[in-house]
């Protein structure tokens, strides 16, 4: 038996025990009723019964009677005078049982002693007043079926038995009657005292869960008393009228440092700090008129030693108490609003140098804007971009990168005034906003002192870095009034400051205006090209230098717009990478090139390989592999047949990133070039670091080598360090003869250029390599 078990049969027993006490109670206390009942009927049955009978046998019957009642008198008196515990009171109930036995007996004896044979009035009386004083019992003995059972058999059976035997027809039937009666009304007991056993069940089973409920309730409020005195949150019970503190908790007094009789003589409105009585009151005024259950403020709380902290309330009106009351639970919120005030400069602020970010600045560039409306006066944007950054943070790492945006940011503040602001915008990019102008030219000043400024050197961990800055200008309300579109211009005279080296700054203006324009109309009609097959794909043969047979070619994608016309490469690639379509520009240009060089095979005797340029935006993507895997899947090209060209910057940023799309090439068999070497940061470590296998001589240095001796003697040390690295070479731009054979004498496997043909469609690039044969001049 579990636990719950033996609890629940131990509450059982309990009960079985109370419904016994209070049944046997409900029995003797219906002592007088019934001892007045009997008397009356036993005295008037006396008195009926008196000229038909001897007046000796008729006292002796109801003397025996008064003896019994007298009897049962002392008995009860001694029960209820007397603490009759548990295990008494079975006794108790056998001695009144007894008593009404002898009751019984006594009065259906009548029928024996007193019931004449030849008087049907006076037989009828006798059965009529056993029979009601059987009816009249069954409520007065409704607490034990036993003992109204036994009363009832003792006071009609004699009735019964005599009727049975009775000489007469009519007693057989009355016999039957009474029998029938008093069957009836034992069924009725036993079901009145079922009633009643249930419902004295059911009382205490009430009493016992209103006394578990009592305790529940009880434990509860103490726990609660311990929670919320415990609690580091201050509550507060205040008086709705005068705000007097009524009652307060622990946590209150520790955190306001008042003893309870100094926080008992104040009112709310001592410790809140920004609020009077009235205004609280005020406040709270909606509560009592039922509009709102609760509601929450934000305030300062003062305490005992005169500093203030933060906190939220929480106030609840109550009117059940006397006087009504406020509930106030105030929790104090510095370390939330320490956080909020933290979140909020991380997401304004730049973390590295302190400097409001772009976020923040687009905002508040709108509010300058405003501001200069109302004052009739300009606003300068001025967009900053270190020169060589990447070299620096490359060469001396980014720790010292960073150390050095600090120094920048620190510079540029103290060449500003108080109404300036200066912001990062990203990376090595900051933003200066110069409010209160009249004229341009006094943006061009603080501009002239910035520059000027980058010429002393800065120190970081013992080195001595120089570098320098270009920066657009775009001024309000000159330029237009939108802020996307200023940062736009400030922006694009930016970049062209960084190609005129000569100032290191630039002015907005109507041509580069012209120049947005034309990029932007690019742009829009870029993004359909696709779509509306306006890219095609050409092809410049790539010549062997001993057998001058084809034995590949590069893919360079054309665009023939029918407004702009045919569009060249230089002008619409930068477009599409700077505006983010580069990719899928260049993933159409792989999927094409791989199906066309699987029709190759058709042409040629031979396997042609197919080259493709991949811009490094492109080649970081995330899909740029699966971009690959699914060109040559659905073309059908072998793995081998692709060469992928990349050039020196992509190699320069973070090498890990394209180390490992390397090697995942390389392990698919495709074949890795660099492209345009020697114009960048060429570097023989990171030849040696990355799998390459192919190196592409760029077309500048091919030009006028045989002229240029400088170019000659370059050309020659990129052929040395290939052969050394056991690198095979590709020379772009040869357009002479004199030009090839001084390449084929210095072993470069392939060249390519308009000495054999340029860059051509498809269906002309099939009819080349069916007519290049091995011996003939292609030149």
Partial sequence: MTGNDSQRQQSQNNFTNKILAD????????????????LFCGFFYVCFQFPYHHTQSLIFWFGAIVIVYVFRYFLVKTYFDKDVGFKERPIWLIRFRFVSLAVGLIFGSTIIFFHPYDSVPNQMFTVLLLAGLAAGALTVLVADYIC?????????????????????????????????????????SKRLNAVLVSSLHLRYENLSLVEDLEEEKNQLNNRLGRILNDSSNELYIVDADNLNCLQFNKGALDNLGYTEAELSEMTLDDIIVDLNKEEILSLVAPLQLGGRES????????????????VELRIQYSAQEDPPVYVVTALDITERDEAEKKLIHQANFDQLTNLPNRYYMLSYIRSAFARAKRQNSKVALLYLDLNNFKDINDTLGHATGDELLKMVAHRILLLLRETDTAARMGGDEFLVLLEGLNRQEQAEIVVHKII????????????????????????????????????????????????????????????????????????????????????????????????????????????????????????????????????EIGSWVIETACKEAVVWKEHSDCDLQVAINISPRQF??????????????????EDSMLEIEITENLLMQDAQEPLEILNKLLDRNITLSLDDFGTGYSSLSYLKQFPLQVLKIDRSFINDMMENQYNMSLVDAIIAMAQILDLRLVAEGVETREQFDFLKSRKVEVVQGYLFSPAIPAEKFREYIQMVRPGRDVG
């Fill in 23 to 38: 049944k046997i109670d409900n029995l003797y206390s219906s002592n007088l009723l019934s001892t007045v009942a009997h």
């Fill in 148 to 188: 109204y059972t036994g009363y009832a058999i003792c006071l009609l059976a004699p009735v019964v038995v005599y009727a049975f035997f009775a000489p007469e027809t009519l007693n057989f039937f009355v016999a039957f009657l009474v029998l029938i009666y008093l069957f009836t009304l034992t069924r009725a």
């Fill in 295 to 310: 509601l929450t403020y934000k305030t300062l709380q003062k305490r005992h030693d005169g500093s203030t902290y933060p």
């Fill in 452 to 583: 000027s400024s980058f010429s002393e050197p800065f120190f970081v961990n013992s080195n001595e870095i120089y570098t320098s800055a270009s920066i657009g200008i775009s001024t309000f309300p000159d330029d237009g009034n939108s802020v996307e579109l200023l940062m736009q211009y400030a922006d694009t005279a930016m970049y062209y400051a960084k190609k005129d080296s000569s100032t290191h700054y630039r002015f907005f203006s109507h041509e580069l205006r012209a120049y947005i324009d034309e990029q932007l109309a690019i742009e829009n009609r870029l993004r359909h090209a696709i779509k509306n097959d306006e890219l095609f794909v050409y092809y410049q043969p790539k010549i062997d230098t001993k057998t001058e047979r084809v034995v590949g070619a590069e893919a360079l994608v054309r665009w023939q717009n029918k407004d702009l016309g045919m569009v060249p490469p230089s002008i619409f690639i930068p477009v599409a990478e700077k505006y983010g379509l580069i990719e």
């Fill in 620 to 637: 970081r993507s995330s899909n740029f592999l699966s971009i690959v895997d699914r060109a040559l899947e659905l073309s059908g090209l």
